[in-house]
């Protein structure tokens, strides 16, 4: 009976080790990016929730400030610190990253996703780590921040004109399943120079590298409300892995 059950529990420790290899988790020690990888295959498409999720000190620009937590609590994680209930830039992007990334492994696609936990991973380093996977797509999904203005777009390095194709097939994937107004995309340019360090990463790379800003999470009776909707991230997501299967085979 005792061998019996020594043999049983092998076997259910061989099934545990089998499970974690077919979806393994590991964390970066220096900056706590978590990575999750659906095969060990090549990447095809690397996946970054954009921003700080640890917010301990009220960043401008990365959350907005809510006169109550009511409306959005059953959409959208909404915290509370001395300043009152706000919501994370960082919260909206692992929602749409995270369902990205489902999307895609449904497809078939080999993808990897990077979710900043308790972490102060800068723009520049996030775009290393991600170049080291040498992915065919790399596509970083931020939100945007600025009073009074709204929209969603997507940017690309300048000159990149690969990038900049795809970057406006994307854009129009989602034109008409989400609320959010498509506004014209342009280059990682500012004042002449490229100004987003994840970006600069994939200059002179075979890499398809473009950042998505879906929405002014800052516009909080127009474009927050859609972002944190259920049925458009959905909707959003499933059109965009659907544009990008499209295109992985245009590049194969």
Known sequence: MLSVLLKFKKVLFGLLIAAISLNPITSNAD???????????????????????????????????LDSDQYFKTRIRVRKDENGYFIS????????????????IEKGVKTKVALTDNAKDDLNSAGRK???????????????????????LFMYNNGDTISEKYAQ???DSI??????????????????????????????????????ELGFFSDVNGDLISITNKNVIDNITENMANEIVYILNEIS
């Open 130 to 152: 991600a170049k080291s996977s040498n992915p065919k797509i790399y596509l970083s999904i931020h939100h945007n921040y600025c009073q009074g203005a709204n929209g969603y």
């Open 89 to 104: 830039e960082a919260d909206i992007n692992k929602e749409v990253a995270s369902k990205l990334n489902e999307k895609l």
């Open 31 to 65: 900056t706590d990016v978590v990575i999750r990888n659906n095969d060990t295959s090549p990447v095809e498409v690397y996946i970054r929730s954009g921003e700080w999720s640890n917010e301990k000190e009220a960043k401008p620009g990365k959350r907005i400030y």
């Open 175 to 212: 034109a008409d399943v989400t609320p959010v107004k498509q506004r014209n995309n342009h280059p990682n340019l500012r004042d002449g120079k490229s100004y987003i360090g994840e970006l600069n990463e994939f200059k002179n790379t075979n890499t398809i590298a473009i950042l998505a």
């Open 169 to 171: 097939r994307l854009s």
